[in-house]
């Protein structure tokens, strides 16, 4: 069965195939796989070149329609179909394009959605397109998201440096492709294609995002290994709790265990709201006096489910290994009740999705 071809256009003046059917590509050279889908069909040499199917391309991205052309051959009509994966503000984050005999079977088109990342605001912008992906429940879709809580949904995953390098550094030319296996509540388990740009140009700062879905039935069992299991559980009992925080921005950008249960950290109009005004700018100071190696301690309010603030410690470690911009280990420790002091005087975040997800958490914590 002939594949279709995903097209990826994250990036001004740039296409390259990012997936043929299941299979990824890894940004490779456009012509040349145009070159070979026509190589299988020989009848369609006397009518198309590579130039011809790219400009359609091309024209499909530009108009952002679905295309459908039938092409005349001396062995049959053939058919070139063209598929266009818009993002949260309508532009065109790919094209996925079919070419072969008319009669041949076509494979069903998987769901795909294009996001954008934008570092000003840390967020991850979503279309409601997101809600056919596998792994994701309709009554949980924001049209904004932080990269804490896609974190937060993906299984055995060890490529978070790379991408919170490229998404808080953002380099044009810089790219990333990766396949993760994303949970959600009662959601089917879903596997990702997730292939991203940065940008930094008068449209975006931060980067453009590609999403497939390459959901199986041979997916692979994704059970939690032992020393992971016990780590976790041994910082739940220590009451510790251990996360990335972006220092100069004032976010938390990943749990390394279980989240603490006194942050309000998801479902945030903004990621930065996860620590007090007044604590802000504290945290961008502390980034210095890591660059020696050492580690650093800090006490700072963190937003709470409640809608105030809690006194919570900070142990912060140098992240070990490489990478571009400095991340920090934050150990946090729960140090005092709620604060008496004003909550923030509008709403904070999405509470209708909130009170969904952590009812749903609750009716699945096994009862002791």
């Not at 996360?243 to 930065?272: C, G, K, M, N």
């Amino acid at each position: 069965m002939i594949p279709w071809a995903t097209v990826e256009t994250l990036a001004p003046g740039v296409a390259s195939v990012a997936a043929m059917g299941d299979a990824s590509r890894n940004f490779a050279n456009c012509d040349r796989v145009v070159q070979r889908l026509l190589a299988k069909s020989p009848a369609l040499y006397d009518t198309l070149t590579t130039r011809d199917i790219t400009g359609m391309i091309r024209l499909a991205h530009l108009r952002g329609e679905d295309m459908d052309l039938t092409i005349p051959t001396g062995a049959g009509p053939h058919k070139l179909m063209l598929r266009p994966v818009l993002g949260p503000a309508g532009d065109v984050h790919a094209v996925r394009l079919w070419l072969g005999p008319a009669v041949a079977p076509i494979p069903p088109l998987r769901p795909a959605v294009g996001l954008i990342w934008e570092l000003d605001t840390q967020l991850i912008h979503q279309p409601v397109g997101l809600r056919r992906l596998c792994g994701v429940e309709a009554e949980e879709y924001v049209p904004r998201r932080s990269i804490a809580e896609l974190f937060h949904r993906i299984s055995r995953f060890d490529r978070h440096v790379e991408v919170l390098d490229l998404l808080y550094g953002p380099v044009p030319g810089q790219k990333l492709q990766f396949d993760v296996i994303v949970t959600s509540g009662s959601s089917r388990r879903g596997q990702w294609r997730i292939s991203m740009r940065a940008r930094d140009d008068e449209r975006t700062r931060g980067a453009w995002w590609l999403i497939e879905d390459v959901t199986s039935d041979t997916m692979p069992s994704m059970a939690p290994t032992l020393d992971h299991v016990g780590l976790r559980e041994a910082h739940r009992r220590a009451g510790t709790h251990l996360a990335i925080v972006q220092l100069e921005h004032a976010t938390i950008s990943h749990w390394l265990t279980e989240p603490a249960p006194w942050v309000r950290w998801d479902y945030l109009f903004r990621p930065v709201d996860v620590f007090h005004p007044g604590d802000r700018v504290r945290l961008a100071d502390l980034s210095g006096r890591l660059a020696s190696g050492d580690a650093t301690e800090a006490t700072v309010r963190t937003l709470n489910y409640g809608g105030g603030y809690t006194p919570t410690s900070l142990l912060l470690y140098p992240y070990p290994g490489y990478s571009v911009h400095r991340l920090t280990i934050a150990q946090l420790v729960l140090i005092g009740d709620e604060l008496p002091i004003a909550r923030p005087s509008e709403p904070v975040g999405y509470d209708e999705q909130l009170s969904r997800g952590r009812s749903h958490r609750m009716e699945h914590i096994p009862a002791h």
